[in-house]
């Protein structure tokens, strides 16, 4: 779950699935004059909207951290530990794959890239493949992508979609929206400064397919106000986009026990966020 101070007696919390959902928003209305639609399209955008969604399995009974405190989504396989981490993973990834092999496929890669600094994208983060359990789940994720492979291959639906350039497309598609998601979600309001980490307002300069045959863009992120901002070169099909996503409020404090948490955590006043992204 994402963190946020919200003021001097409450925090924010924006959980992965909700995240998620706005990350496959992003790729629903993705395409223009000058970007190119995801395609496969539906297994694109299934894969946005899903690819956090292994984190249900923690998110609906989440645990405090050795603080008394919600830990963040960042540095969180280290926070909640790695088993944890890469189990709500693995499922998550099966999940997803038995409902389409594709977009399994793309987020076995995304997951692949949270533990190898994005395969090689973003290079500021830690790489976790020299911990001998991520090493392995590495190693069993590449295993069950080759047997989705022949799934796909063998598919009258994706079989066209396959290459390895279309694959590598497709992934760099994946860490934009996934980049993008954290940046609109990671605070409130819009305009806040406080949060250090996460998405630079260039997406932490993932390189940004646009057009067949044509060079990959860098996207930048103007914020203007607490719930507008700008973004050059506009990539999507409407103008301006709205994104609405929901978030708790919880007490800011830390907690004695679990179940004191857990009281607040489903109790939690709900704060519906909306704010829209424009060309101009």
Known sequence: ???????????????????????????????????????????????????????????????????????????????????????????????????????????????????????????????????PEVAEFLSEQESYRAELMKLLKASAEYSDFVSDEQLWTNFKLMEVYDQMGQFVCNRYPLNSTIRKNGPSNTMSNVPTPTQPGSADTILNFTIEDESRARVEPYPFDMDPLLVSFQGRLIPKRAYGTQDEFLQEYYRAERLAINYSLHSR
């Open 1 to 131: 779950m994402m963190v946020c101070p919200f003021d001097e007696n409450r925090l924010l919390l924006i959980l992965q699935v909700d995240h998620s959902k706005v990350t496959g928003w992003f790729a629903a209305h993705w395409g223009n004059d000058n970007f190119a639609r995801p395609s496969p399209y539906a297994a694109m955008v299934l894969a946005a909207q899903e690819h956090d969604t292994g984190w249900w399995d923690w998110e609906i009974k989440p645990q405090l951290n050795s603080e008394g405190l919600p830990p963040d989504y960042i540095g969180s396989i280290k926070h909640l530990g790695g088993k944890v981490w890469l189990d709500f993973y693995r499922h998550g990834i099966l999940r997803l794959a038995q409902q389409d092999p594709f977009a399994g496929y793309i987020v076995s890669l995304h997951a692949d890239g949270l533990l190898t600094q994005g395969r090689g994208l973003l290079p500021y983060m830690p790489d976790y493949g020299i911990y």
